[in-house]
């Protein structure tokens, strides 16, 4: 498959903004499960940082197929589709990349927020989401196959 197209304008946007991600992923007994959670992109993988004891540790680590979406929630909507793998790494104290993350979603809340975090973090463990394909949608030009 193509590189992923973080220049695309519509990913570019998502990317920049930044929306929740739903990360959706599949559990022992087969069941589907969705989660919202906070993300960064790099090198075109994505990454989320979470707790040791979150239930998405133990299935994705199971069964590393995921899907997830970036969106908007007003119209013209942007839809960024993507099924991935995920690799699920624990990492000794704070995740190196969770304060950068932290901010871009808290903002001016940051701050605070790490302050209360600072010493109690002892484990976290980070998924790094490989794309493998993906789809896009504004509603505009490229929209559900369905409407066409």
């Known amino acids: 498959m193509d590189a992923f197209p973080a220049d ?28 919202p959670i906070w993300w ?9 940082i979470t707790g040791p004891k979150a239930e998405k540790v133990r299935h994705l680590a199971a069964n590393p197929k995921v899907a997830f979406t970036l969106d908007t929630d007003r119209p013209p909507y942007r839809v960024l589709l993507v099924e991935g ?9 704070m995740a190196p990349e969770y304060p950068a993350i932290v901010r871009r979603f808290l903002g001016s809340a940051a701050e605070g927020y790490l302050a ?26 490229r929209r559900p196959k369905s409407l066409a």
């Open 40 to 48: 960064q992109y790099a090198d075109g993988r994505f990454t989320v």
């Open 8 to 35: 695309d304008a519509v990913v570019a946007a998502l990317l920049r903004e930044p929306p929740l991600m739903r990360l959706a992923y599949v559990t022992a007994s087969g069941q589907p499960k969705v989660v």
């Open 116 to 141: 209360r975090m600072e010493g109690r973090v002892k484990r976290q463990v980070r998924i790094t989401i490989t794309p493998r394909r993906w789809r896009i949608l504004d509603f505009v030009e």
């Open 85 to 93: 793998e995920a690799a699920v790494e624990p990492v000794e104290g």
